[in-house]
């Protein structure tokens, strides 16, 4: 009897199977949707986890296009940084390295002046 022991393996060599958000980056996506549910301005999302990329799609109803998309992708981690808010119309509102700074773009939208 042979015994084959399989060759060692290392797991960063591995690509990942699929890329998800972490609980740390939800947190600060979900903190952001309430309070956007609350002014009655969003009404549903969606989380998509693929191959390369990581997407929370926000929607103002259920059955239409996202009103904006959140997205992950950490190939771009190096380059033009992993996070991005896209639009309904697909134009980058804003992309950066740092979660927070980014969504700093839809929190402007939650402000509205008092009269």
Not at 7 to 23: D, W, Y
Request: charged share 25%.
């Amino acid at each position: 009897m042979t015994l084959h022991t399989p060759p060692p393996s290392n797991i960063r060599e591995m690509p990942p199977l699929q890329v998800a958000f972490h609980r740390t980056e939800l947190s600060v996506i979900l903190s952001l949707y309430g309070r956007f549910v609350a002014a009655g301005e969003w009404r549903d999302y969606g989380i998509s986890c693929l191959r390369e990329v990581a997407v929370f799609s926000v929607f103002r109803r259920t059955a239409e296009n996202p009103m904006y998309r959140i997205e992950k992708r950490p190939k771009l981690r190096g380059k033009q940084g992993m996070y991005a808010v896209i639009g309904m119309d697909g134009q980058v509102l804003r992309r950066g390295s740092e979660l927070r700074t980014v969504l700093r773009v839809l929190e402007r939208k939650l402000i509205r002046s008092v009269e």
